[in-house]
Structure formats: structure tokens, C-alpha cells
């Protein structure tokens, strides 16, 4: 058994005795092939909620500064993420997220970069927008709601899929690709309002 399925359950447990979770749409994450699942970004502990309400395993990126931690980067290891230098195309993530998504693996990814708690949200960098166009991954935005603090009111959206062949067809820019990634996300937060 591996750290990452040992674990679930006890994260879960701690998820719901010190927020108050409720989630929507985790019908909408296809049970396999390769998934990239888009969020908006409030907290450290994005990650693991996201990690905790979907059936899949998931990977996803962190900083790499949170590697060079000597307990916490082999920690973190253990339960699926890798490291990326922010701001520097890098490529080695690059390379491990393709490979992720083109061998049928779940993947999160917060396209503005870093955490941003406060709306509105910031313009998505073109990574989220790269692993669109350039792999068969199904595409799921999602949104993270609410304040952590003690037994606050947390919500998380799973949008539905978006329209891949369509995006592909429409734009060539990874860029562009964000920026419908983005609107997604934002649409599911002012549903929410």
C-alpha cells in the first residue's frame, strides 16, 4: 500500500473535523484515462481537499523551494507531487506532466501560479493551457470556495469537461487556452455568489 493510499483516509478525517466540506460535481471526472483538473488557488491545503473528494489518485505540481525541505520534499514525493521551478519554463515538469497525462493519470494544476485568495482571479500562466492542447487529456475546471479556518464552510466544484477537440479546433495559443481554462473557473465561482 502506497503513502499516498495509507493516507487519504486520515487527511479525509482531518478535513472534516476542522472544515465543513461539500462538493459538487466529482461525477464529471472521468474514472480513467488522462485528467488534468484546473483550479483556482487559496491555500496549502488545496491540494489535499481536491486529493481527498475525488475517487482517482492525484498528482499535481509544487513549488520546488518545498523539495528542499529535507522531511517535507520526501513527504511530498511519496504523495504524487513533483517539484517546478516557477517562472522559468521548466522543463523536466514540463516533461513528468506530460507523461502523467499521456499515460492516463490525474493531475491538478492551479493555472495562475501561486495561491490567490482574493477575487478576482489573476490571468492563467500558458502551462494549463500547454497540457490542453498538447495531450488527450479530459479538461476539468474546478473551483475551491470559502475561508480555512475551524469548521468553516468549504466548497469544491467540479465543472463539467471542457470541449477539448473544440478548444484545439478554436485556438493554437497556449495562452488563449488558458485564458478559456480561467473563464471557466470564474464561472463556476460566480454560480457560486
Do not use: W
Request: glycine share 8%.
Amino acid at each position: 500500500m502506497s503513502l499516498y493510499s495509507f493516507g487519504k483516509p486520515i487527511v479525509y478525517a482531518f478535513y472534516k473535523i476542522f472544515f465543513r466540506i461539500s462538493v459538487e460535481g466529482v461525477e464529471n471526472i472521468p474514472n480513467e484515462g488522462g485528467v488534468l483538473i484546473c483550479s483556482n488557488h487559496l491555500s496549502n491545503f488545496d491540494p489535499p481537499l481536491i486529493g481527498i473528494l475525488i475517487k482517482r489518485s492525484l498528482s499535481f505540481v509544487a513549488k520546488e523551494e518545498l523539495f528542499k525541505i529535507p522531511f517535507l520534499g520526501r513527504l511530498l514525493r511519496h504523495l504524487q507531487a513533483f517539484p517546478i521551478k516557477r517562472g522559468s519554463g521548466d522543463r523536466g515538469a514540463i516533461r513528468t506532466a506530460m507523461q502523467l497525462l499521456r499515460n492516463g493519470h490525474a493531475l491538478l494544476i492551479f493555472p495562475e501560479g501561486h495561491r490567490n485568495p482574493n477575487a478576482p482571479l489573476r490571468q492563467g500562466l500558458s502551462g494549463a493551457g500547454f497540457f490542453a492542447l498538447k495531450t488527450d487529456a479530459s479538461i476539468i475546471p474546478c473551483a475551491i470556495i470559502g475561508h480555512y479556518g475551524f469548521r468553516e464552510r468549504m466548497k469544491v466544484v467540479f465543472g463539467s469537461p471542457i470541449d477539448s477537440d473544440l478548444l484545439k479546433r478554436q485556438i493554437n495559443k497556449s495562452s488563449e487556452a488558458s485564458a478559456v481554462i480561467m473563464k471557466h473557473i470564474q464561472e463556476l465561482l460566480d454560480r457560486q455568489q
